[in-house]
């Protein structure tokens, strides 16, 4: 009858991509939706350091030495490099599951978990994994559909969970993880060093020259806060341990769990996070993808619109498949019995509410075992 035209298409990965992260240079630059506080970090140290290049440094070079503006150049391009691959990079945003491997996994939830009377909570989505002698929780992102690896997290700001994920910084306007994480420290370090290196400098220029300057203040009180943030970090790093876990208290000695990736070396520890292997991004947002649309109008695939939607389209999607539970398996036992660890980060986001948490939490018929929120209030 009438002739129907296929047209196909070719577009990049990260044109489809969910999440709240924005691209440009065809994806090869990637940052979070926010990026108000990026500018405003370029800007202090541009502004810091034009400052300096132009009222200190001429004096300096002439009455000390010509060397004094060119190592600060040098450090300053490192820092501004430093910067820009952290902020600019994939910081280890793991893919979130296709539609048959969510369907997949929604399965196997269900079947490990039997049946649960409708208006009783189902248990945790929660996989346990020994990982160096330590058993590790493995939980389930809802918005991703994945168990996410040990030491992920959703991020919350950029909608993606993130490998290995630090924390968001508003400041780099990115996440920090697992693929950037070493460029961010060297960052924070070689900032510590410019202001040190400026702040001292300057006190030398006022000295010499007899005069006021505001810059020293100025520079004093940047130097506390970026001098603290690096200091934080090493201590971190000398722990092998995230901030995230610091903040959540993931190694602690309450959880009985030790921190199965610290060499309990100082020099392993450093090593590892920051000379390790570079890993390549399993996002892979510059993939090229095709699709085929018929008619000359073809309307855009599905996909878009949910990533437009955010988080409260895909997590809502999430509330139907909820799992019964008649009998826990004994796997999940130990994780429903210890109470999940709470996190304030902005890192953590939260499973769907209980379908009626009012009826279940009157009705006495539900055992220790139906509910592990109210077995977590008993126990504690
Ligand atoms: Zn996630
Ligand atoms: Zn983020």
Redesign the pocket.
Known sequence: MSAVMVTRKVTRKWEKLPGKNTFCCDGRVMM?RQKGVFYLTLFLILGTCSLFFAFECPYLAVHLSPAIPVFAILLFLFVIAMLLRTSFSDPGVLPRALPDEATFIEMEIEAANGNVPTGQRPPPRIRNVQINGQIVKLKYCYTCKIFRPPRASH?S??DNCVDRFDH?CPWVGN?VGKRNYRYFYLFTLSLSLLTIYIFTFDIVHVVLRSVDSGFVLVCFFTLWSVVGLTGFHTYLISLNQTTNEDIKGSWSGKNRVQNPYSHRNFGKNCCEVLCGPVYPSVLNQRELLQEEAAGPAAPAAPETSAGAGGPESSTTKTTAPLIPNEHTPEDARPSIAAPPARSSSPGEEKPPAPQDPASSSSSSSPSRETDPAQAKEKTQ
Do not use: D, L, T, V
Request: charged share 0%; with cysteine; net charge neutral.
């Open positions: 979070a991020c700001i950029c968001h996440c």
